[in-house]
Nanobody, 125 residues
Framework: QVRLVESGGGLVLAGGSLRLSCEVSGRTLSSYTMGWFRQAPGKEREFVAAISRNSGGTSYADSVKGRFTISRVNAEDTTVLQANSLKPEDTAVYYC??????????????????WGQGTQVIVSF
């Protein structure tokens, strides 16, 4: 059984940075395409970023492109979302997720079968 555990969330001032990590256990990270999603209060879950199994492909939401970077260290079974130039509208619970999809990493949450419990990010003015 695959288990995902996020960490690294917190409170940060606008313009600051956070490094979110997702550790995979139960299976090796290299088996999966990994994604990050977020959900703000009163809003639907939305795609943030994703990375293919071999790091050959990445996808980003337009709202985070140029500010967020997704990466993975398969040897450490860890996926990282580096979030820079944070804005108050980035405030949300951030979730990592695993997919068995091949090819370009999917942006549809329905294609991910395992989810972490989430880590809270709060960006203040």
């Amino acid at each position: 059984q695959v288990r995902l555990v996020e960490s690294g969330g917190g409170l940060v001032l606008a313009g600051g940075s956070l490094r979110l990590s997702c550790e995979v256990s139960g299976r090796t990270l290299s088996s999966y395409t990994m994604g990050w999603f977020r959900q703000a209060p009163g809003k639907e879950r939305e795609f943030v970023a994703a990375i293919s199994r071999n790091s050959g492909g990445t996808s980003y939401a337009d709202s985070v492109k140029g500010r967020f970077t997704i990466s993975r260290v398969n040897a450490e079974d860890t996926t990282v979302l580096q979030a820079n130039s944070l804005k108050p509208e980035d405030t949300a619970v951030y979730y990592c997720a695993a997919s068995v999809a091949l090819g370009p990493p999917p942006t549809d949450g329905g294609r991910y079968f395992a989810w972490g419990q989430g880590t809270q990010v709060i960006v203040s003015f």
